[in-house]
Structures are given as C-alpha cells and as structure tokens.
C-alpha cells in the first residue's frame, strides 16, 4: 500500500510538473516566432514616386503624420536636392522603425510597399517630371512651374517681428485641464490635443471656437523689433470664468510650456498656385535672424530678413542670399548665390523666410540679400 502511494505521489508530481513546462514550451515558441517576425521587419522601407505624389501625403501614409516629411527628405538627401522638387520614378527609403507597423507589414523581403495615397494637382510638396523643368541657365524671364507657393504649416509654424515698444500678447498658458493621475507629471511641457487653460482678455477679443497663436516672445533683434516664435495653434474650446478659458492644442511646433503667449493669428493665410516671376529686382535687405542659431543653418531653416510689406515684399517672394566676403588673400571675390530663400511671412517690420535651396554651406546673419522672383 505505502508503494502504490509513493507512485500515485511521484505520478502526480510529474504531471503536474509536465503542465508547467509545456506552457512555459510554448510561450518560447511564441516569444521565438515574436523575434523572428522583429528580425523580419524591414529596415527600410522602399516607396517609388508616382506622378503627383506629395511629401506630405507620404509622410502621412507611412508615418502617421504628414509634418513628419522633413524626416522623408533628409533620408533621400542623396536623391532629392530640393525638397520642392521630386520625381516620378525616384525610390525613397523610410525608416522602417519609424514606419506603421499595418503598412511595414505589406512590405516585401526587399522592403518595397505598393502605397495606396490618393494623390492631388496640388500639395506642399511639388512634383513634375523632369522634362517639364525649366533649365537653369533659361529661369530668368520665365515663372516657376505651378506650385503651391508657401504651404499652410510653414506660414503657421513661421516665427515674425513685431515692434518691440507694444505688446501683442492676448494672454498666456496657464496650465493643464485634466489633473495627471497617481500625481504623475511631465517637464515635457504639453503635448497635441491636450486641454490647457489659458487666460484671455475680457472684451471678448478672443470668443469659442477660434484660433489663436501661443508662442514663445523674447528675441531682440537690434533697430528693429522683437521675434515671436509659434510653438503651437490652440483652439478656444469653452470659456472658463472672467479672463480665462479652455482651450485644446490643435496644431504644435515645439514645446508648449506655462507662460508662454497668446497672440492674434495675424493676417489670413490663403494658399495659391501662382508663382513668383524671376527678373532682376533692385530691392536688397540684410538677413538679420536665423531661427536657434545653428553654426551652420540649411534647407527649411527659418530667416528674417530686413525687408517689410511697406517695400512691397509679399509671401511667395523669392529672395537669393549673397557671400560678397574678400578671398583669404583680401581680394574682393565675385559676388555669388549661396541659397534661396522663400517669403512665408510679412509684417510691417521684417520678412520672414524659410530656405527652400542651397548653393554654398554657408548662411549668416548679415548676409547682403537680393530680391530675385517676385510674386505678381
């Protein structure tokens, strides 16, 4: 009898013993196979360009997020020279980390995905075949192929001058709406389409329903006002009191903190094909701010140059920056282009531009400039 037990004993002891191993079997099967569908993702995503493809519905489609297309261009650098400009036929190559996983799953060993974007006359980004651009050497007395001139979030996202003796501010960003739980919080400022009181003026400048600009204000440029950089576009959701109301971010370039401004959106932006007609201009301006000061600024950096509405820049102007520094030798040099600079803000003070191409890798504050395509 003690021997029949001590088998019962040793039989359900193994039995059980087996129910535990072969789960723990199959999760590292599973865990094995989760691996190897990780090694199996593509490293780099393949999209071949068809006509009327844009940047910002690529960036949309792979990335989730169209203002993510500078990532897009700056990976096919080696390809697109202009961010403006790309073809039917060239093969950008996307992060496949950063790709959504539904669409990185569609692509072949090879990473290819055949992309399903509806595609438009117009978009932010511009594309053509390559016969139908116009050689350099014959731009001079012709226009641009049709475009869109300046795009939404560049205007949006655009810092501008204004008179450093007024002030422009509506309010501030006071703080968040909705309480983090567990007394968690973040210094990472907030984030798209959080919900944040901020304080408004109480006649009523600012009602529900429209947007407004919150920026950081600080930035002096000498004799001639002061810079207001967008971090974001809020939307005026409710009215919370006498002064104050909730609002949502709807639009962000950068970090939103408490303290920050509130600002009127300025002019109206209305988007148009026309494009600037090249030609010799006698206006000139000195570039006098370079967004971050970057050692070496590049394509997409943000300029103000010394130029105002009140000289007739308009947005969509073109204006070429200039190295006009003597050789080491202290011979005068040939004056020559070093990038092109696109107008996608005017006030009444300054121009701001965005730099669209690049010649020479050097771009500067204090850097003669000329007015060199202008808008009808």
């Avoid at 450093?164 to 309480?179: E, N, Q, Y």
């Avoid at 600012?206 to 006002?225: F, K, L, S, Y």
């Avoid at 109301?245 to 509130?262: D, K, L, N, S």
Wanted: hydrophobic share 40%; glycine share 8%.
């Amino acid at each position: 009898m003690p021997n029949r037990l001590a088998t019962a004993t040793r039989a359900a002891f193994l039995a059980a013993a087996l129910a535990s191993v072969a789960p723990a079997a199959l999760r590292g099967q599973d865990t094995l196979a989760t691996r190897d569908a990780v090694r199996s993702a593509p490293a780099t995503v393949k999209h071949t360009v068809k006509p009327g493809d844009t940047l910002w519905d690529i960036a949309k489609y792979y990335l989730k997020d169209p203002f993510k297309w500078p990532q897009v261009f700056h990976a096919n650098t080696d390809i697109v020279k202009n961010p403006h400009w790309i073809y039917p036929g060239q093969v950008l190559t996307i992060d496949g980390d950063a790709v959504k996983p539904e669409i990185a799953a569609q692509a072949s060993d090879a990473g290819v995905v055949v992309a399903q974007i509806q595609t438009r006359a117009q978009e932010p980004t511009v594309f053509a075949t390559a016969e139908a651009t116009t050689p350099r050497r014959a731009v001079r007395s012709t226009t641009i192929p049709p475009a869109l001139t300046v795009r939404p979030g560049e205007y949006e996202a655009a810092p501008y001058v204004v008179s450093s003796k007024h002030s422009t501010r509506l309010g501030k960003v006071i703080g968040a709406v909705d309480i983090p739980a567990l007394g968690l919080s973040s210094d990472a400022g907030f984030k798209l389409f959080d919900r944040i009181y901020v304080s408004l003026p109480a006649n009523g400048s600012a009602a529900v329903g429209d947007r407004v600009i919150v920026a950081r204000d600080g930035t002096e440029i000498p004799d001639i006002g002061r810079v207001v950089e967008p971090t974001g576009v809020l939307r005026i959701d409710s009215v919370a009191g006498p002064g104050r109301a909730i609002a949502v971010i709807e639009r962000q370039f950068g970090t939103i903190t408490p303290g920050e401004g509130i600002f009127a959106p300025g002019q109206s932006f209305e988007a148009t094909s026309t494009r600037p007609v090249r030609g010799d201009y006698p206006l000139t301006a000195k570039l006098v701010w370079i967004q971050g000061a970057p050692r070496l600024p590049s394509v997409q950096a943000y300029v103000v140059l010394g130029a105002s509405e009140s000289q007739g820049v308009k947005m969509g102007d073109q204006f070429t920056l200039l190295d006009d520094r003597s050789r080491a030798d202290g011979r005068p040099a040939p004056v020559e282009g070093t990038a092109t600079v696109t107008i996608v803000r005017v006030t009444s003070i300054a121009a701001t531009g965005i730099v669209v191409s690049q010649m020479q890798p050097e771009i500067r504050v204090g850097m003669p400039t000329r007015l060199s395509a202008k808008m009808p």
